[in-house]
Protein backbone atom coordinates (compact mmCIF):
# COMPACT_ATOMS: atom_id res chain seq x y z
CA UNK A 1 0.00 0.00 0.00
CA UNK A 2 1.59 3.27 -1.22
CA UNK A 3 0.77 6.55 0.94
CA UNK A 4 1.87 10.07 1.03
CA UNK A 5 2.62 11.27 4.54
CA UNK A 6 3.22 14.38 6.03
CA UNK A 7 6.68 13.34 7.80
CA UNK A 8 7.67 10.64 5.43
CA UNK A 9 6.74 11.81 2.05
CA UNK A 10 5.87 8.93 0.07
CA UNK A 11 6.24 5.49 1.17
CA UNK A 12 5.13 1.63 0.09
CA UNK A 13 4.00 -0.12 3.28
CA UNK A 14 3.30 -4.40 2.50
CA UNK A 15 0.20 -5.11 2.45
CA UNK A 16 0.50 -7.57 5.29
CA UNK A 17 1.99 -4.77 8.09
CA UNK A 18 -1.06 -2.27 8.03
CA UNK A 19 -2.27 -2.27 11.45
CA UNK A 20 -5.81 -2.69 11.55
CA UNK A 21 -7.90 -0.77 14.35
CA UNK A 22 -11.59 -1.98 14.18
CA UNK A 23 -12.40 0.68 16.60
CA UNK A 24 -10.26 3.29 15.85
CA UNK A 25 -8.26 5.23 17.89
CA UNK A 26 -9.33 7.36 21.10
CA UNK A 27 -10.95 10.66 19.26
CA UNK A 28 -10.08 9.60 16.08
CA UNK A 29 -12.22 6.49 14.84
CA UNK A 30 -12.66 7.05 11.58
CA UNK A 31 -8.70 6.06 11.20
CA UNK A 32 -8.46 2.24 10.94
CA UNK A 33 -5.26 1.47 9.24
CA UNK A 34 -1.64 2.20 10.25
CA UNK A 35 1.63 1.77 9.70
CA UNK A 36 4.59 1.49 12.59
CA UNK A 37 7.29 3.64 11.09
CA UNK A 38 11.05 3.39 12.89
CA UNK A 39 14.16 3.07 11.48
CA UNK A 40 15.49 -0.82 11.31
CA UNK A 41 19.06 0.09 10.98
CA UNK A 42 19.23 1.90 13.99
CA UNK A 43 21.39 0.16 17.10
CA UNK A 44 18.98 1.39 19.73
CA UNK A 45 15.04 -0.47 19.77
CA UNK A 46 14.24 0.96 22.28
CA UNK A 47 13.42 4.42 20.21
CA UNK A 48 10.86 6.26 19.36
CA UNK A 49 8.79 5.33 16.71
CA UNK A 50 5.71 6.61 14.58
CA UNK A 51 2.02 4.91 14.16
CA UNK A 52 1.28 6.48 11.01
CA UNK A 53 -2.51 6.80 9.39
CA UNK A 54 -2.80 5.27 6.44
CA UNK A 55 -6.60 6.77 6.36
CA UNK A 56 -4.98 10.35 6.93
CA UNK A 57 -1.50 11.55 6.00
CA UNK A 58 -1.29 14.01 8.01
CA UNK A 59 -1.41 11.85 11.13
CA UNK A 60 0.91 10.58 12.94
CA UNK A 61 1.12 9.70 16.48
CA UNK A 62 5.03 9.08 17.85
CA UNK A 63 4.84 5.98 20.23
CA UNK A 64 7.74 3.85 21.98
CA UNK A 65 7.33 0.22 24.08
CA UNK A 66 6.21 0.94 27.33
CA UNK A 67 8.80 -1.56 28.54
CA UNK A 68 11.81 0.85 28.12
CA UNK A 69 10.30 3.26 30.83
CA UNK A 70 8.94 0.24 33.33
CA UNK A 71 9.92 -3.43 32.28
CA UNK A 72 7.00 -4.29 34.38
CA UNK A 73 4.61 -2.28 32.46
CA UNK A 74 1.12 -4.67 33.37
CA UNK A 75 -1.89 -2.94 32.31
CA UNK A 76 -4.98 -4.42 33.85
CA UNK A 77 -7.71 -4.47 30.80
CA UNK A 78 -11.42 -5.93 30.54
CA UNK A 79 -10.68 -9.16 28.08
CA UNK A 80 -13.91 -8.02 26.39
CA UNK A 81 -11.81 -4.97 24.99
CA UNK A 82 -9.87 -6.66 23.17
CA UNK A 83 -11.79 -9.98 21.50
CA UNK A 84 -11.98 -8.22 18.54
CA UNK A 85 -8.32 -8.33 17.78
CA UNK A 86 -7.82 -11.87 18.24
CA UNK A 87 -6.59 -14.00 20.75
CA UNK A 88 -3.17 -12.98 22.55
CA UNK A 89 -0.38 -15.22 23.47
CA UNK A 90 2.95 -13.49 25.30
CA UNK A 91 4.35 -14.13 21.69
CA UNK A 92 2.08 -12.25 19.45
CA UNK A 93 1.38 -9.36 21.97
CA UNK A 94 2.62 -6.13 21.09
CA UNK A 95 2.16 -3.05 23.19
CA UNK A 96 2.70 0.58 22.38
CA UNK A 97 2.16 3.96 24.28
CA UNK A 98 1.76 7.77 23.18
CA UNK A 99 4.64 9.85 23.21
CA UNK A 100 3.98 13.34 24.15
CA UNK A 101 6.71 15.97 22.83
CA UNK A 102 5.70 19.53 23.77
CA UNK A 103 8.59 22.78 22.97
CA UNK A 104 10.36 21.97 26.11
CA UNK A 105 11.68 18.60 25.42
CA UNK A 106 12.25 18.10 29.27
CA UNK A 107 8.80 18.02 29.37
CA UNK A 108 8.23 14.89 27.85
CA UNK A 109 5.83 12.38 28.52
CA UNK A 110 3.79 9.05 27.92
CA UNK A 111 0.42 7.55 28.42
CA UNK A 112 0.56 4.79 29.77
CA UNK A 113 -3.20 5.19 30.44
CA UNK A 114 -4.05 3.56 27.19
CA UNK A 115 -1.96 1.74 25.30
CA UNK A 116 -2.48 0.21 21.91
CA UNK A 117 -2.56 -3.57 22.15
CA UNK A 118 -1.45 -5.39 18.93
CA UNK A 119 -1.64 -8.38 18.02
CA UNK A 120 0.92 -9.61 15.93
CA UNK A 121 -0.07 -12.86 14.32
CA UNK A 122 -3.30 -11.12 13.02
CA UNK A 123 -2.03 -7.43 13.05
CA UNK A 124 -5.39 -5.82 14.22
CA UNK A 125 -5.53 -3.59 17.35
CA UNK A 126 -7.08 -1.91 19.80
CA UNK A 127 -6.40 1.32 21.84
CA UNK A 128 -8.00 0.57 25.34
CA UNK A 129 -7.96 2.55 28.99
CA UNK A 130 -6.32 0.71 31.07
CA UNK A 131 -7.89 -0.07 34.61
CA UNK A 132 -4.35 0.19 36.83
CA UNK A 133 -4.75 3.53 38.82
CA UNK A 134 -0.97 4.03 39.38
CA UNK A 135 -0.42 4.38 35.56
CA UNK A 136 -0.68 8.17 34.52
CA UNK A 137 -1.90 9.76 31.33
CA UNK A 138 1.24 12.16 31.14
CA UNK A 139 4.34 10.03 32.93
CA UNK A 140 7.30 12.30 32.53
CA UNK A 141 10.18 10.03 30.79
CA UNK A 142 12.74 12.76 29.55
CA UNK A 143 15.32 12.23 32.03
CA UNK A 144 14.77 8.37 32.42
CA UNK A 145 15.78 8.04 28.73
CA UNK A 146 18.55 10.77 29.33
CA UNK A 147 19.64 8.33 31.80
CA UNK A 148 19.31 5.47 29.88
CA UNK A 149 20.90 6.80 27.28
CA UNK A 150 23.78 7.77 28.67
CA UNK A 151 24.40 4.36 30.97
CA UNK A 152 24.29 2.92 27.41
CA UNK A 153 21.34 1.13 27.61
Same mark, same amino acid.
Given at each position: ?????? %????? *?? =? @? +??? &????????????????? %????? *?? =? @? +??? &??????????????????????????????????????????????????????????????????????????????????????????????????????????
Amino acid at each position: MKADTR %LFGSI *DI =E @D +KKI &INLPNGIIGFPNLKKFA %LIYDK *DS =E @D +KNT &IMWLQSMDEPKFALPVIQPSVIFQDYNPVVNDELLLSIGNLTEENLYVLVTVRVPTDITDMSVNLKAPFIINTDTMKAAQIIVENEDYQIRFPIYHLLKDKKEAGN
